[in-house]
């Protein structure tokens, strides 16, 4: 157990729709990143957030957005979704920002259908 | 952009040969160097790590990397691998672009070892 916390572990929903992801991260870590994992592109770096505040951004669509709040937890929020959407979506948190290892949560499946 | 290549998409191996994964990386600046895998239907989980000191690490379940500065690359090792290393490996590189640390991560490593 990485001692991070993702939920719901799998979610099925229609195109169009809206959902969110949650990630509760290590205790003590202040840096939250999401990931998208899929068959055909890997995994690739969406957003990092850093004690609240954004730090990094990656691939991450327009209609995909995030927020780390005060209590440390963040959230992924996809919109619109397409059948595209569907992948793994990872999250991963950290001590600091700078450079520590990443521990992983167990990943939430987003199938859109 | 910075960047992480994996070369073997796929690998087979039988139990008892030896593994050599390739990463390089395309950053010129400082980085900080891992390995992570990925059983079956789990999470990645984080197999070593190089921040500095001698370029030879070793991790867990007998694998090690050695970072060749020289040919940004950080390869993966395993003398003797095992049914149970049946996984995904990812290497990551989490540098400093433009002053803020982000993880970049190849496309991975499926390797199958065959009983």
């Known amino acids: 157990d990485s001692g991070v916390t993702q939920t719901p572990k799998h979610l099925i929903t229609a195109t169009g729709q809206r959902v969110t992801l949650r990630c509760s991260p290590r205790s003590g870590d202040l840096s939250v990143y999401w990931y998208q994992q899929s068959l055909d592109q890997g995994l690739q770096f969406l957003i990092q957030y850093y004690n609240g505040e954004e730090r990094a951004k990656g691939n991450i669509l327009e209609r995909f957005s995030a927020q780390q709040f005060p209590d440390l937890h963040s959230e992924l929020n996809l919109s619109s979704l397409e059948l595209g959407d569907s992948a793994l979506y990872f999250c991963?948190?950290?001590?600091?920002?700078?450079?520590?290892?990443?521990?992983f949560g167990q990943g939430t499946r987003l199938t859109v259908v | 952009a910075q960047s992480v290549s994996q070369h073997n998409h796929h690998v087979i191996l039988s139990e008892a040969a030896s593994l050599e994964l390739g990463c390089n990386y395309s950053?010129?600046?400082?980085?900080?160097l891992f390995w992570y895998v990925q059983y079956p239907g789990q999470h990645l989980q984080l197999l070593l790590k190089y921040f500095s000191g001698d370029p030879l690490v070793k991790g867990i379940k007998g694998f090690e990397a050695e970072f060749i500065k020289s040919k940004f690359s950080f390869n993966l090792r395993k003398p003797s691998v095992q049914w149970s290393d049946t996984a995904e490996y990812f290497c990551?590189?989490?540098?400093?672009?433009?002053?803020?640390?982000?993880?970049?991560f190849g496309t991975g490593t499926r390797l199958k070892v065959l009983a």
């Open positions: 990551a590189v989490n540098a400093l672009p433009g002053g803020t640390y982000k993880y970049i």
């Open positions: 950053y010129g600046g400082t980085v900080n």
């Open positions: 991963a948190s950290s001590s600091t920002g700078t450079g520590s290892e990443a521990f």
